[in-house]
Structures are given as structure tokens and as C-alpha cells.
């Protein structure tokens, strides 16, 4: 038990699965994991563990932002031992080629600021994945016939930007998607030698301002989590 999990020894799965929703963690566990079972409801942060083909998952909330998503996996590393730590979530497109409902891996993960930079400080430190990790959700995809795309993304600290040039920049240079969490967790992956992976569904897109309607989120927010599970366990 930590401050923020309040999960007993044992209750957490060497293998994580990181939505930023509590309510989606909930969702996911129960569509996907076998007897799945609450191990964490701390300040309404849900988590949940069950088995998956046989293999111990645990799924939990992160909230938004970096902030957020760094208290926990912070203590689902070095209080739980988790070693395989995997976000899943939604993302907005900023490539023409990146359509509603595609799944993007994330390669590396650029961002102005993470509560890690203080450690680096005048060091742009790089962050990225787990390659095994993403070679595996990548064949995953594949056999899913999921559109899947795997390169650089945006992790931003702010939600509501004001930023309409940086954003062109991130288009101009190649960029995906932008999400909130990812740079934090491929820091703290690297900081503590596991293995970490971001695997994304675009639910809007900033170039032509659609966006999934909220029945066919979960639809293809499914695809995300069984590519993410068979990546874990390849």
C-alpha cells in the first residue's frame, strides 16, 4: 500500500496496462480480463487485476497529464514491482495520413516539459520505447488488419493550447498525434530499466476537427487494448 494505490502485496501484475480514464480501466478489465478483481479505488483511481490468456494484468487509471501519470507509476515500479507498463488511450491526429480510429505507436514522444525534466535540466533527454515492445504490438496490429502507424508523437502539458505555431512545427517535422501522458512514462521506463509502450487510438484530429462519436470509441478503443495485450505477452 502507497499513498496513492492502495493495493496489497501481490495484487499488482508484473504486466500494466495504463489507461488514463479510471472508468475506461474498469471497462477494459472487464471485456478483456478473466475474473478480473479491484485492487485500488484510492481517490477514485481505479485499478484492477485479473488474468489474460493465462498471463497476471493488471489494469490501471493514471489520470490525465504527466503529473498524474507520474505518482503512479512512480509506485507501480518501485513499491509494486510492475515491469512492463503499456498506456493506452486516445490521441488527436496532426498527419493527413493519420485517420479516426487508426492506432499509433509511439516511437518516441517529444514534449516542452515533463516532471522529469528537473533531473535532466539543460539535457533535451529523448525518450522512446521499448522496441521489443513495439515490434510485437506492431505484427499484433497487423494480424488485426488495424491501421497502425509508429513514429514521433507530441506529449503536451496542456490540454486547451494556444499554441497554433508549435503545432505546425510538430506537423512540419514529421509528428503523429499529440496525447498528454507518454514522454513521463518512456522517462521513468528508462529511469527504472523496464519496459514501457504507448499504444494510441486517434479519437479526433486536429486538421479536419472530427472526432469519434462516443459509441464507436469503445468499439475501436477494444483494438487498442487487445494490440497492447498481445504485445506484453509475445
Same mark, same amino acid.
Given at each position: 500500500?502507497?499513498?496513492?494505490?492502495?493495493?496489497?502485496? *501481490?495484487?499488482?501484475? #508484473?504486466?500494466?496496462?495504463? &489507461?488514463?480514464?479510471?472508468?475506461?480501466?474498469?471497462? =477494459? /478489465?472487464?471485456?478483456?480480463?478473466?475474473?478480473?478483481?479491484?485492487?485500488?479505488?484510492?481517490?477514485?483511481?481505479?485499478?484492477?487485476?485479473?488474468?489474460?490468456?493465462?498471463?497476471?494484468?493488471?489494469?490501471?487509471?493514471?489520470?490525465?497529464?504527466?503529473?498524474?501519470?507520474?505518482?503512479?507509476?512512480?509506485?507501480?515500479?518501485?513499491?509494486?514491482?510492475?515491469?512492463?507498463?503499456?498506456?493506452?488511450?486516445?490521441?488527436?491526429?496532426?498527419?493527413?495520413?493519420?485517420?479516426?480510429?487508426?492506432?499509433?505507436?509511439?516511437?518516441?514522444?517529444?514534449?516542452?516539459?515533463?516532471?522529469?525534466? *528537473?533531473?535532466?535540466? #539543460?539535457?533535451?533527454?529523448? &525518450?522512446?520505447?521499448?522496441?521489443?515492445?513495439?515490434? =510485437? /504490438?506492431?505484427?499484433?496490429?497487423?494480424?488485426?488488419?488495424?491501421?497502425?502507424?509508429?513514429?514521433?508523437?507530441?506529449?503536451?502539458?496542456?490540454?486547451?493550447?494556444?499554441?497554433?505555431?508549435?503545432?505546425?512545427?510538430?506537423?512540419?517535422?514529421?509528428?503523429?498525434?499529440?496525447?498528454?501522458?507518454?514522454?513521463?512514462?518512456?522517462?521513468?521506463?528508462?529511469?527504472?530499466?523496464?519496459?514501457?509502450?504507448?499504444?494510441?487510438?486517434?479519437?479526433?484530429?486536429?486538421?479536419?476537427?472530427?472526432?469519434?462519436?462516443?459509441?464507436?470509441?469503445?468499439?475501436?478503443?477494444?483494438?487498442?487494448?487487445?494490440?497492447?495485450?498481445?504485445?506484453?505477452?509475445?
Amino acid at each position: 500500500m502507497t499513498v496513492h494505490i492502495g493495493a496489497k502485496p *501481490g495484487d499488482i501484475a #508484473e504486466t500494466v496496462l495504463l &489507461p488514463g480514464d479510471p472508468y475506461r480501466a474498469r471497462w =477494459a /478489465a472487464e471485456t478483456f480480463l478473466e475474473n478480473p478483481r479491484l485492487v485500488n479505488e484510492v481517490r477514485g483511481m481505479l485499478g484492477y487485476t485479473g488474468t489474460w490468456q493465462g498471463h497476471p494484468v493488471t489494469i490501471h487509471g493514471t489520470g490525465m497529464g504527466m503529473p498524474s501519470l507520474s505518482i503512479y507509476v512512480n509506485e507501480l515500479i518501485r513499491d509494486f514491482g510492475a515491469k512492463t507498463l503499456i498506456r493506452i488511450g486516445s490521441a488527436g491526429g496532426m498527419q493527413p495520413q493519420v485517420r479516426l480510429r487508426d492506432v499509433v505507436l509511439a516511437l518516441s514522444a517529444t514534449t516542452l516539459s515533463t516532471p522529469s525534466r *528537473g533531473i535532466f535540466r #539543460e539535457v533535451n533527454f529523448a &525518450p522512446t520505447a521499448d522496441f521489443g515492445l513495439l515490434h =510485437a /504490438a506492431w505484427h499484433a496490429a497487423q494480424a488485426k488488419g488495424v491501421p497502425t502507424h509508429a513514429g514521433g508523437i507530441y506529449s503536451s502539458d496542456v490540454f486547451y493550447d494556444e499554441r497554433p505555431d508549435l503545432t505546425e512545427q510538430l506537423q512540419r517535422h514529421g509528428i503523429l498525434c499529440v496525447e498528454m501522458e507518454a514522454a513521463e512514462l518512456y522517462a521513468l521506463a528508462a529511469r527504472y530499466g523496464r519496459r514501457a509502450l504507448a499504444v494510441l487510438t486517434i479519437s479526433d484530429h486536429l486538421l479536419t476537427q472530427e472526432a469519434l462519436p462516443s459509441a464507436d470509441r469503445e468499439r475501436s478503443f477494444g483494438d487498442m487494448v487487445q494490440i497492447a495485450l498481445g504485445a506484453a505477452f509475445a
